[in-house]
């Protein structure tokens, strides 16, 4: 383990190890350094681009299908909101996500919490009758679609990628923690454990999938990247040796 004395009132710097598709790391670092802590990326998924159902959602989008567009992750904003040029309301999953889309030119809202879950609770009786157009991932989430559905909303899902696993061994051998952000980046990961390797559930989700699978991770965030940080010093004030 890397340990410094006093930095931002903990006695450990990690280095940690954070699941992310193969050629998105963002800003890991910088956000990681805020909290004191270091970061390298590791891919056990990558992402496979279904253009038919991107230029289906774009032409959608163009001929005023949606009342509403909802991204789910950062990587379909990244890819589709440059070929938008007119929107309907928009909303962001989180601050990152928000940020693709602010760098093309399209304005959002941000939900206050980082879960999908969270979409139908923040636009209340607005939803209903409204056409919800979702670009995302070809993984499902019933409970989303049914959610907006059981809300009086109408569903428009266009998976505008897949995601593969690399087939890569993560490469742990320097890190002090894995920090896996999503269920899926952990059910398809290959990796080894070690007694002496701190392993984080970047939320309830993650974690959850993570127990199922025989792993119990020491830190849950709150669905952040920066909300798991925060967990992670918190666990190493609590857990500090005197």
């Not at 890397?2 to 710097?13: A, D, K, P």
């Not at 990326?41 to 567009?69: M, Q």
């Not at 499902?140 to 109408?154: D, H, M, R, V, Y």
């Not at 428009?156 to 002090?176: K, M, Q, V």
Request: proline share 5%; with cysteine.
């Amino acid at each position: 383990m890397h340990i410094i004395l006093s930095y931002r009132g903990h006695e450990s710097v990690m280095k940690c190890a954070v699941t992310r598709l193969l050629g998105k790391e963002k800003s890991d670092a910088a956000r990681c350094a805020k909290a004191g802590h270091a970061c390298y990326s590791v891919h056990p998924l990558r992402s496979e681009l279904r253009e038919p159902a991107i230029a289906e959602f774009v032409k959608g989008v163009t001929d005023n299908k949606f009342d509403c567009i909802f991204f789910t992750s950062a990587l379909p904003a990244k890819i589709i909101a440059p070929l938008l040029k007119k929107c309907p309301r928009v909303i962001a999953i989180g601050p990152q996500t928000a940020k693709e889309l602010e760098q093309s030119g399209i304005g959002c809202e941000t939900l206050p919490g980082f879960y999908s879950r969270d979409f139908v609770p923040y636009l209340g009786d607005w939803i209903v009758g409204k056409h919800i157009g979702i670009p995302r991932a070809d993984v499902p989430n019933p409970a989303l679609l049914n959610a907006i559905t059981a809300a009086g909303g109408i569903v428009h899902e266009f998976r505008c990628y897949g995601l593969e696993p690399t087939g890569e061994t993560l490469d742990l051998d320097t890190a002090d923690a894995i920090l896996f952000t999503s269920a899926m980046s952990y059910t398809k990961a290959i990796w080894t454990k070690r007694s002496d390797l701190l392993v984080m559930a970047i939320g309830d989700i993650t974690a959850a999938a993570m127990c199922t699978g025989g792993t119990v991770p020491a830190v849950v965030g709150d669905g952040s990247l920066e909300g798991t940080l925060a967990a992670l010093n918190n666990y190493l004030d609590n857990n500090r040796s005197e």
